[in-house]
């Protein structure tokens, strides 16, 4: 059995994408004897009924953007607490080392001399995948695969591009924190030469039983409505196959119209 939560240690958990079933043992054996929680907005109510019943459990994350504490204020409780030689589990959605913050929190420890322990997460591009049955990489069309933020630091002024030149025809291009403005993200994406005819996928809370997914080509992207958060963008050709999915439940979907208008004519 994976050991219990250490006093006066802090552990980067990631909780995965939302499902219990996908966290590791690991993950769910900290959780359920650390003595502190502290967990992003993210992470749904499913997985903090795992916590320790008599931990101290804390929402230290964001909604649209908002804090409820600063980052600052996040390294202050997790040091505290463990100097008062609590456990403490900082409990991320997805993976701690993709877009968690955890260069952050973990600098702030070293710093402080606390003793830290990562603990990996199934991440959303992998669990979207697996959900959908969809590669992210095919030998015959996609042997790249890169991860990039649609959200950038406060302290950027001018934040770069998303995207730069063409998107390699190769390559499979996954964009967490898109933001709800898909057809700025077209536009973006369109104006630093991605093709037109990209297929593009939107997820919404992945591998969860809310799992929606929106494809079309890039050129048509920006009419997407995406699912509520948290919200991953996939680009690439080896996004086809959803598409074609995309296609089909349309042509279903004006069937059963044509047949109801037909019933009501009767």
Same mark, same amino acid.
């Given at each position: ?11 980067? *958990? ?14 769910? #054996?900290?959780?359920?004897? =650390? ?12 997985? /903090?009924?795992? =916590? ?10 964001? %909604?649209?953007?908002?804090? #409820?504490?600063?980052?600052?204020? !996040?390294?202050?409780?997790? !040091?505290?607490?463990? #100097? ?5 589990? %900082?409990?991320?959605?997805?993976? @701690? ?12 420890? #070293? ?13 959303? /591009? ?6 959908? $049955?969809? @590669? &992210?990489?095919? %030998?015959?069309?996609?042997?790249? +695969? /890169? ?10 002024? =001018? ?7 063409? &998107? @390699? ?5 996954? !964009? ?26 939107? /997820?919404?809370?992945?591998?969860? @039983?809310?799992? %929606? ?5 890039? $050129? ?11 919200? +991953? *963008? ?21 069937? !059963?119209?044509?047949?109801?208008? =037909?019933?009501?004519?009767?």
């Amino acid at each position: 059995m994976s050991a219990p939560a250490q006093k006066g240690t802090v552990y980067l *958990v990631g909780a995965g994408p939302g499902d219990p079933e996908l966290m590791t043992v690991r993950a769910a #054996r900290l959780l359920a004897t =650390a003595d502190v929680v502290l967990h992003d907005d993210l992470v749904p109510d499913e997985i /903090i009924a795992l =916590a320790n019943p008599h931990a101290l459990v804390t929402s230290v994350g964001k %909604r649209c953007g908002r804090p #409820r504490i600063t980052q600052a204020g !996040i390294h202050e409780l997790m !040091i505290d607490s463990a #100097r008062r030689e609590l456990s403490v589990v %900082r409990l991320k959605s997805g993976d @701690p080392l993709v877009f968690g913050r955890a260069a952050e929190e973990l600098n702030a420890l #070293r710093e402080a001399g606390i003793p830290a322990e990562v603990v990996p997460g199934v991440s959303a /591009i992998f669990a979207a995948g697996a959900a959908l $049955q969809l @590669p &992210l990489t095919d %030998r015959r069309t996609s042997s790249k +695969l /890169i991860l990039i933020a649609g959200q950038h630091a406060a302290d950027k002024s =001018a934040p770069p591009p998303l995207w730069a030149g063409p &998107l @390699p025809e190769d390559a499979t291009l996954a !964009i967490y924190m898109p933001g709800r403005d898909l057809t700025a993200l077209a536009s973006e994406l369109a104006a630093n030469g991605v093709a037109a005819d990209m297929p593009c996928v939107a /997820i919404s809370c992945a591998a969860t @039983p809310r799992q %929606r997914a929106d494809a079309a080509t890039l $050129q048509n992207f920006g009419l997407v409505e995406p699912g509520p958060a948290p919200v +991953l *963008v996939l680009v690439g050709r080896a996004m086809a196959p959803m598409l074609k999915k995309a296609a089909d439940d349309s042509a279903v979907h004006a069937l !059963i119209q044509e047949a109801s208008a =037909a019933l009501a004519e009767q």
